[in-house]
């Protein structure tokens, strides 16, 4: 990827890092306004999936929504979902810098979790990362503290739930990008509509109604972000840049909330970091190596090839 690219890509991801700690806030509030978590799930996911639909069925039709492996593509929504209405559920009563901290701890369990499922080596590298990363959320979650709130157990299973949901991406990398967004929006809007229905609170005002609607565009348009910038960039590039959605975090959740996050969220998130930037750093190292391996080898190809041509006249 040309450098032009690079930074183009770190922008759309930074665009969908701002998308993704707009669309905790926008939950929070809502949730905290009086509405029923199982309502804000929905709401998030049917105008997804509206949205998802109107921009996509026009230019490839009906036959988006078939999938190359339904199974699986079933078990990835079915995580995805379970990750969100877990979060929602932790965002309810737990400040949104601590519910962003330990979702960081993701990309690590990912790690750990790639061993058994995708038959993934660890190496040294890898293996103080996941500890870091383990050790980070103890930080974060601190049980032994007086204040520990039983709904930190909700943001673990969320993060839990996350890393599933991108081990399966990994092995649906075959599928296009709109069918999954329209399985994962669709399996969780019917999923979701029986509870939502039995939970419903009527919106007090038009800007409920409003973030209601925005929920759902935010979680869109924060995917196709995603997408895009990881068409253009270099995903070593743009691992980075989730990362300053701590500091959206911590800035919403000051504005919007009056919450300062505390030292021990601050202190495991720069732990859980430190253990990302490891895996980072250990994938960069690793994709390089990979890079100048194939370098020296196409010309040792090409040469084999001109003897041979030699040889053959």
């Not at 990881?230 to 959206?248: E, G, K, N, T």
Request: charged content about 10%.
């Amino acid at each position: 990827m040309s450098m032009g690219n690079n930074l183009k890509g770190m922008a759309l991801m930074t665009g969908a890092v701002v998308l993704f700690a707009g669309q905790d806030t926008t939950a929070k509030w809502l949730l905290v306004s009086g509405l029923a978590t199982m309502q804000v799930a929905f709401v998030r996911y049917a105008v997804h999936l509206v949205a998802t639909l109107a921009a996509t069925v026009p230019r490839r039709g009906w036959g988006v929504l078939r999938s190359v492996n339904p199974r699986l593509q079933l078990l990835r929504s079915l995580a995805l979902l379970g990750s969100t209405a877990l979060n929602f559920v932790a965002l309810s009563v737990l400040p949104l810098t601590t519910v962003t901290a330990i979702m960081f701890a993701s990309p690590v369990l990912v790690t750990l979790l790639a061993v058994p499922v995708l038959g993934e080596k660890v190496g040294v590298a890898q293996f103080v990362a996941i500890l870091l990363g383990f050790l980070g959320v103890l930080v974060v979650v601190s049980p032994w503290q007086a204040g520990f709130h039983p709904a930190i157990l909700y943001s673990l299973g969320a993060c839990l739930c996350t890393s599933v949901y991108f081990i399966l991406s990994r092995m649906l990398a075959a599928e296009s990008t709109a069918t999954q967004q329209i399985w994962a929006s669709g399996i969780a809007t019917i999923s979701l509509a029986p509870f939502a229905l039995m939970q419903w609170q009527q919106p007090h005002d038009w800007l409920t109604v409003v973030l209601m609607v925005l929920i759902g565009v935010i979680g869109a348009s924060s995917h196709s972000l995603v997408t895009l910038a990881h068409r253009i960039a270099d995903a070593s590039v743009l691992a980075p840049v989730v990362y300053l959605q701590l500091l959206f975090a911590s800035v919403a959740g000051y504005l919007v909330f009056g919450q300062v996050p505390g030292v021990s969220t601050l202190l495991g998130a720069v732990v859980i970091i430190s253990g990302g930037a490891l895996l980072w750093l250990s994938g960069r190292r690793k994709r390089i190596a990979a890079i100048r391996t194939s370098a020296i080898a196409l010309p040792s190809e090409q040469s084999h090839s001109t003897t041979r041509n030699k040889e053959d006249r």
